[in-house]
């Protein structure tokens, strides 16, 4: 198992950057095992996948809506997932959750494949 939590949310304007991170807290799981995404839900809208990476970092994936503007990485010696925004936009308004997932998940992108979630945080984009 593994424990997530969110943090960096807050209130930006349009065409900043702001920088999220999740700490993961392991109970008899390794984080470097994991899959890790970064989902995102606006009001009144579902929770949509907007970037996720493998276990070891060497590849990652991206929705079309955040494709060139937001980056994924993490630190497995840190237990640390960041998601980087730039150029943000009104429509990047939403909670964002970071989730964890096996390894062998279909769907990057896809919620129901990860089985760990954070509580989310906030992240206001103003005009």
């Known amino acids: 198992q593994v424990r997530l939590v969110e943090s960096g949310g807050g209130l930006v304007q349009a065409g900043e950057s702001l920088t999220l991170s999740c700490l993961a807290t392991?109970?008899?799981?390794?984080?470097?095992?994991?899959?890790m995404g970064w989902f995102r839900q606006a009001p009144g809208k579902e929770r949509e996948g907007v970037a996720s990476?493998?276990?070891?970092?060497?590849?990652?994936y991206y929705s079309d809506s955040v494709k060139g503007r937001f980056n994924v990485s993490r630190d497995n010696a840190k237990n640390l997932l960041y998601l980087q925004m730039n150029s943000l936009k009104l429509d990047d308004t939403g909670v964002y959750y970071c989730?964890?997932?096996?390894?062998?998940?279909?769907?990057?992108?896809?919620?129901?494949?990860?089985?760990?979630w954070g509580q989310g945080t906030q992240v206001t984009v103003s005009s």
């Open positions: 990476i493998t276990w070891s970092g060497g590849r990652t």
């Open positions: 392991e109970s008899g799981s390794s984080f470097d095992g994991f899959h």
């Open positions: 989730a964890a997932a096996n390894p062998w998940l279909g769907d990057k992108l896809r919620e129901v494949e990860y089985d760990y």
